[in-house]
């Protein structure tokens, strides 16, 4: 039997793949884009709860960093981080925390993880919008109208879908033989 440790670890990187995935789906609107990648987010920390969930972001945002092209539109690299879109990228850090703790809490509960995606939201957009108006120096109405408001729509369809998505990957998961979810009741353990 495989260590639950090993499956987080496998599940992280894939996420964190299907994070670079999603990143490739993007349309360019403004400076900053409308990409796929926020969904596969979401259902990393759903999934995997804020411990591995900040692990496979973690390997995602290094990936690029180093130079790998899995940030938006295929771009990458430590000047990303500099750039307009630096503070979503940095966001999905705080985004895929609260989310994976807040979803921890409900055990399931659909309404729970719909508040948990609403709150890391929140998160990724503060972090993006008080970034986009430090590099570009927009004025915060502005950085709002650019950095926010197109999205909602889509971040929307996004928690809907991921709603509906995560009770199907964590029955997936819990007929592998994996745990759904870290939880205050049932933390990731080696199996025996």
Known sequence: ???NDLRSMVLASLFAALTAVGALI???LGPV???LQNFFVMLMALLLGPRWGLAGMGAYLLAGALGLPVF?????GLARFA???GGYLVGYLPCVALIGWISSRGRGHRLVDALAMVCGTAALYSCGVAWLKLVTGMAWRKAVAVGVIPFLPGDIAK???AVLVINALRQLTARAGTASRPTPATPLRAAK
């Open 83 to 85: 750039g307009p879109t």
């Open 1 to 3: 039997m495989i260590p």
């Open 26 to 28: 993007a349309l360019p």
């Open 33 to 35: 884009p409308i990409v």
């Open 159 to 161: 928690i809907i879908a």
């Open 72 to 76: 938006a539109g295929g771009t990458s």
